[in-house]
């Protein structure tokens, strides 16, 4: 069961990985017996700050999803992303600039 | 063999895309318009038909040469078939038919149905063009028969944003196709013909090194437009756009038929008709630049098809990673992520395209808690999600462990980091995706939608099922790759067989 | 000195700098148009020969004379098939332009960016 | 669109049966004078603008219908992919030149090359009046 120069069984692990899955709905099904699925109302009024929040208002907004990675990608997102500003003129500089840039890294590759 | 199968191959695709609009005025005066869509999917399927036909032949280690109108190839235009092609037909005319079966159903609220499907037909013809010509030239009019035809589709629905989307698109394109215009009239005032063997071998002649000057011109030209149309990162900004606005069978049709495409026409420039191989430190640097980029923009994405396009820029970046490393194993991971990318960013364009069918939205805000009312959906979504970035019994584990292993054989472990970083977020931004579709509470609106129709179910459960397969046997994806390894490192075999010992 | 050279080279350099400064879309178009037309010119003028003459073999030039003063005729196919193209990418943008003026009231490609991030 | 003034009208209705004609000329003498399917199919549509800007929109639909402009545009192209397969049909390759050449400068000479000018012809000029029929049809629904 050798694939390429590292070791990996994809047949051996497929059956543990199902077997794994089915263990753990087994344990989910347990659980279920034990405790209770939904979210009771006072639950939900709690992370509410005591209002009534109604079932499809409780879902996160995707694009503040991931604020930590977010965070962490800072300049990114504070320098890069405000180019994809939907403007043809700034596209079409980046293609001038890119081509500029291949040229140059051609130059440099194959000097 | 049938001998004219090359040429099949184009034409039958091209013959059907004139004959629809006859066959659409006939079946419409009878009122039997599945007459023609039948037609389309059997044209389509005929073309796959003949590609696979093709396939032991060439996997034996033939190249078939097709002249057109008997005339010799340095002078008359011929059709040549390596391992690199037949591969790339093989998934482009698979993923087609696939499209086809699935637009019967998607698109049947659209009205002009008959200038969809002969667009998409000639996008077909054009793709098989550009795949199986032997002939710079005719490559360059497939390609941009081609982009006109995607041009065209994107603007199918003639919503503002399809609009829009359009005009970006074509604008970006058409810039990109005339820098390649002039990087071919700089390539053959260098070398004064336009045969990729002939080219080829009158570069081998030259030398290349030391390079001469204008070689670097011709190839920054022709790498920037064909890196136009698979969206390497300066040059993405169309994509999700395009992605976003074109019909969801059409964005499937784009993410693993025009990439793809575009891709091999890279690979072909720098491998056979340049015989640059030393290119691929660029390719490592710009396919990370584009997997990062593409990833942490679609981190931040509320459409789910726009998601999906940033995510198919991220998944470029791994191919041109792979093919870049240059090693055997290296090349041989990149080539499988190309078939694997095709497989499972259809399937889940499919998929965004089912949810769109029932519900009408492609917005992640506005959805959720689908999974009781589309399981199958759901579960082929998952399977798609899980594969694209790399979760163990998927294919896509099988193609970025072979780019890991040959990045670090390779000793590039700063980029082999960066990969396994990459693939971290792709998991987290897909899952992002299915927590907002399938998980979740269900807004009261979305009680009544219905699992999407078989027609549509079909194709992606098949797409679904390769993934697993290959994901478990990851060994035959070696297999089917591993021509097309052997093709591109084969110039002079290439060069010998078109040219015929000249 | 290769005048038509540097015409076409000037003709690229216009259209390009049109493109990335102009706004307005049907400008953008007459940018793309002087662009490629500039690399046909460069393509034509590559393929000129000094008192060539047409590549078809007739009596009066037989296949001898052909082939030491006959034209390479690939660049002037290139650049017919290229002017094709051409027409229909020209057709094709302009109806878009309609279109895009139907929806946005507006030419103006800054403010088509609806879509972005 | 109601039409132009008389002069206008006048001109266009004498001059667009010749533009027709030479068009036509054009197209048939590809093989042996400057010109071919390309322009020709141009110059034919010219003659069907002339109508459209003398006399509107209306009187040249009247004459070349958008549904015949675009099923003799699926002709030409038809055409042209007949005279290729012709030579698969024959024992050759796809596009080989076929049929009897003829003797060099008359009109009947060159092969396929007579039906590809034809196919060629057509399909442009078929096309060229789709595209104007398409772009009037996206204004018209505009002044709506």
């Not at chain 2, 979760?391 to 890991?404: E, M, R």
């Not at chain 4, 509107?56 to 397969?85: R, W």
Request: with cysteine.
């Amino acid at each position: 069961m050798e694939f390429g120069p590292g070791f990996w069984g994809p047949i051996v692990a497929t059956i543990v990985m199902l077997l794994g899955a089915v263990f753990a709905y087994l344990m989910l099904l347990g659980s279920r017996r034990i405790a209770k699925v939904r979210p009771s109302i006072a639950k939900r009024s709690t992370y509410g700050c005591g209002e009534e929040v109604k079932p499809e208002e409780v879902t996160a907004d995707s694009e503040q999803f991931y604020s930590p990675i977010r965070r962490v990608f800072k300049p990114f997102y504070r320098y890069i992303q405000p180019g994809h500003s939907g403007k043809l003129n700034t596209y079409l500089l980046w293609v001038v600039i890119g081509f500029v840039v291949l040229m140059v890294a051609i130059a440099l590759v194959l000097r | 063999m049938i001998e004219a199968a090359p040429i099949l191959a184009i034409i039958i695709p091209l013959m059907g895309s004139f004959l629809t609009p006859l066959i659409s005025i006939l079946t419409k005066r009878y009122k039997k318009e599945r007459i023609r869509d039948l037609f389309v999917v059997a044209i389509v399927i005929v073309t796959l038909l003949l590609v696979l036909h093709m396939l032991p032949t060439v996997w034996s280690g033939n190249i078939i040469v097709y002249r057109l109108g008997n005339w010799t190839p340095p002078w008359g235009i011929c059709l040549a078939i390596d391992g690199l092609n037949i591969l790339v037909a093989l998934i482009v005319s698979g993923i087609a038919a696939l499209v086809s079966i699935y637009s019967l159903m998607y698109m049947k609220n659209d009205t002009g149905l008959e200038k969809y499907y002969t667009l998409l037909l000639l996008l077909l013809a054009s793709m098989m063009g550009v795949t199986l010509t032997g002939d710079f030239f005719n490559l360059f009019v497939f390609f941009e028969i081609m982009s006109v035809s995607a041009y065209a589709l994107v603007a199918f629905r003639r919503n503002w944003d399809s609009i829009e989307a359009s005009i970006k698109y074509m604008v970006i394109g058409s810039l990109g196709a005339s820098l390649v215009l002039l990087g071919i009239s700089f390539t053959y005032s260098l070398v004064g013909s336009l045969n990729i063997a002939d080219i080829a071998q009158k570069i081998s002649i030259i030398g290349t090194n030391p390079l001469p000057p204008v070689l670097i011109l011709i190839l920054a030209l022709l790498m920037t437009g064909f890196c136009i149309k698979i969206a390497m990162v300066p040059f993405h900004a169309w994509m999700p756009d395009a992605y976003q606005a074109a019909p969801s069978a059409v964005a499937a049709l784009f993410a693993a038929g025009t990439t793809t495409v575009g891709v091999y026409v890279m690979l072909r420039i720098i491998y056979i008709l340049f015989g640059v191989a030393a290119l691929g430190v660029m390719l490592i640097v710009l396919g990370s630049v584009t997997m990062v980029v593409g990833a942490l923009m679609a981190l931040v994405q509320r459409d789910l098809k726009r998601l999906l396009a940033y995510s198919g820029i991220s998944q470029v970046g791994y191919i041109l990673l792979g093919v870049g490393f240059g090693t055997a194993l290296g090349i041989e991971g990149g080539l499988f992520h190309l078939l694997n990318n095709a497989i499972y960013k259809a399937l889940l364009f499919m998929c965004a395209g089912a949810i769109f069918y029932r519900v009408g939205t492609c917005n992640l805000d506005e959805l959720g808690g689908l999974s009781k009312n589309m399981p199958i959906t759901a579960g082929l979504f998952t399977i798609g999600a899980l594969a694209i970035s790399g979760v163990p019994p998927f294919n896509g584990f099988a193609s970025k462990w072979t780019i890991y292993i040959a990045g670090i054989q390779a000793g590039k472990a700063f980029f082999t980091l960066l990969a396994i970083i990459v693939s971290v977020l792709t998991l987290a931004y897909l899952l992002k995706a299915i927590n907002a579709i399938f998980l979740g509470q269900r807004p009261k609106r979305f009680e009544n939608v219905k699992e999407a129709p078989m027609t549509m179910i079909f194709p992606m459960m098949f797409l679904a099922v390769l993934c697993i397969v290959l994901g478990v046997l990851p060994s035959l994806g070696i297999d089917i790759v591993s021509p097309a390894y052997n093709a591109l490192t084969n110039q002079h075999g290439y060069i010998r067989a078109v040219l015929g010992g000249i | 000195m290769n005048v038509d050279y540097i015409v076409a080279m000037l003709m690229i350099s216009f259209g390009l700098y049109c493109l990335l400064i102009k706004r307005n879309l049907i400008k953008m178009v007459i940018g793309l148009e002087i662009l490629t037309f500039g690399i046909h010119l460069f393509l034509i003028s590559m393929g000129y020969r000094e008192g060539g003459i047409a590549p078809i073999v007739t009596s009066t030039n037989p296949a001898s004379v052909v082939a030491t003063m006959g034209v390479d005729p690939l660049p002037q196919a290139l650049v017919l098939t290229s002017i094709v193209i051409d027409v229909c990418v020209t057709a094709m943008l302009l109806s878009l332009a309609i279109y895009a003026y139907k929806h946005y009231k507006t030419l103006d490609t800054s403010e088509l960016r609806r879509l972005k991030g | 669109m109601a039409g132009m003034t008389l002069i206008v009208k006048t001109a266009s209705r004498l001059l667009s049966p010749f533009v027709l004609l030479f068009g036509i000329y054009i197209v048939l003498h590809g093989h042996l004078t400057p010109g071919g399917g390309f322009p020709g199919g141009v110059i034919i549509v010219a003659a069907i603008v002339m109508l459209l800007l003398g006399y509107g929109a209306e009187a040249a639909k009247a004459k070349f219908s958008p549904l015949q402009a675009s099923v003799s545009e699926n002709i030409g192209s038809l055409i042209l992919v007949a005279t290729g397969l012709l030579g698969l049909f024959l024992g050759f390759n796809f596009m080989k030149n076929a049929i009897p050449l003829g003797t060099t400068g008359n009109l009947y000479s060159a092969g396929i090359i007579i039906p590809l000018n034809i196919g060629v012809g057509i399909k442009v000029a078929a096309g060229l009046a789709v595209i104007l029929y398409a772009m009037l049809t996206a204004f018209e629904e505009e002044e709506k």
